[in-house]
């Protein structure tokens, strides 16, 4: 490596800024928000109902799962304890 690369893969130390007032903290917080704000981009009325069914179909499957878990370990539960499992009554 040349001295010239070398030198300038260092670069130059940090200025140290004076740190801002607690109010001037919070009017940049602000306009960062604002500006990140414009950025948003709202869904199609198509995107909003497509993203609306995949949430609600995946829901209902996760309904499902956690059913038949609940059912299985439930009746695991009654097996191993003596209990009356769900089908026998």
Request: aromatic fraction near 8%.
């Amino acid at each position: 490596m040349t001295e010239t690369a070398a030198s300038s893969s260092k670069g130059r130390p940090a200025k140290k800024a004076a740190k801002a007032g607690f109010f001037a903290r919070i009017a940049l917080f602000v306009r960062q928000v604002i500006g990140e704000l414009k950025k948003v981009v709202a869904p199609t009325r198509k995107e909003l109902i497509n993203y609306t069914l995949v949430v609600l179909v995946f829901v209902a499957i996760m309904m499902v799962i956690v059913s038949l878990l609940d059912l299985g370990f439930g009746t695991a539960v009654s097996w191993v304890f003596g209990g009356i499992a769900p089908g026998d009554r």
